[in-house]
């Protein structure tokens, strides 16, 4: 049952991607890996981006290693880095659409450093209870 099941929704999301690629709508044109790969990020992940437009809202990139995913940063979420086309940087994300195939990310350092210590097992903080443990002595 849950084979068929499983096979079933494989063939509505193919049938669904070839519907919006006919009609150019929402990731007309991405290739299946693009798709699984905009779905199997989550919200702290820590990707790396290219920087293809500076608009005075924000900055628009896309997936390093995966061509035709966009992400879009705010410039509240740039503060901090200095952003010019085709400048390769780390991001982390902060939603993902796996609808249309969009991601908002931050490139903030802080941030981007905080979730690359937790990715490799650090605890992201330690410097900060370390300060407060001084301060409280």
Do not use: W
């Not at 880095?81 to 908002?104: F, I, N, Q, W, Y």
């Not at 802080?110 to 990715?119: K, M, T």
């Amino acid at each position: 049952f849950f084979a068929e099941e499983k096979a079933l929704c494989a063939a509505k999301a193919q049938a669904r991607a070839k519907a919006e690629a006919k009609a150019g709508g929402a990731g007309a044109g991405l290739g299946l890996r693009a798709r699984r790969r905009v779905c199997g990020l989550h919200f702290g992940d820590v990707v790396e981006v290219a920087v293809t437009g500076v608009k005075p809202y924000g900055v628009i990139v896309t997936l390093a290693d995966e061509e035709g995913v966009t992400g879009f940063v705010t410039m509240e979420q740039a503060k901090g880095v200095s952003c010019v086309a085709g400048a390769r940087l780390p991001a982390v994300v902060l939603d993902v659409d796996g609808a249309k195939c969009l991601l908002d990310l931050s490139l903030r350092p802080e941030l981007v450093a905080a979730r690359r210590g937790v990715a490799a097992g650090q605890d992201a903080f330690a410097h900060v209870r370390r300060a407060d443990n001084n301060n409280n002595k």
